[in-house]
C-alpha cells in the first residue's frame, strides 16, 4: 500500500468545488510509473453536471497518458464510498485495483473494485 495516495487524496478535498452540498471529496490515483495523480468533486448548480473526484483523478490522469492504475483513494470527511457512476469507471478504466477509503484523517477500509461493483457492465456486452 502507498500511503502517498492516502494522503494526496485526503489533502485534495482542500481543492473541492462544492458550493451546494458542502461534501468534499479528494481522490487519487496511483499509475505504474509511481505517480500519484489527484483530483476533487466539482459541482454545478445544474446537478447533473456535477463531476465526482474519482472520475477527475482518473480522467486527469487519462489526459497525461497514463493508461495503467495500481490503486485509487477517496476522502471524504465521514469515509463515504464511489458512487455507482464512479465505480463502473473505476472497474471500466483500471480492472481490478485496491480501493482506499479515507475520512478526512486516515484511511479505514481497503476494498477491491470487483467487490464494489460485482457483475459489471464492460465492453464484451458491446461486441
Known sequence: MNKKVI????????????????????????????????????????YGLTCCAERIALYNALSKGFKKFISIAVSTKNGGFPCGACRQVIWEICGEIPVY???????????????????????????
Open 7 to 46: 494522503k494526496i487524496a485526503i489533502q485534495m478535498r482542500q481543492n473541492s468545488y462544492a458550493p451546494y452540498s458542502n461534501y468534499k471529496v479528494g481522490s487519487a490515483v496511483e499509475v505504474t510509473s509511481g505517480e500519484i495523480i489527484g483530483g476533487c468533486n466539482v459541482e454545478s448548480s445544474s
Open 101 to 127: 477509503i479515507c475520512d478526512d484523517k486516515t484511511l479505514l477500509t481497503i476494498i477491491k473494485s470487483s467487490i464494489l461493483l460485482p457483475s459489471p457492465f464492460n465492453d464484451k456486452y458491446l461486441k
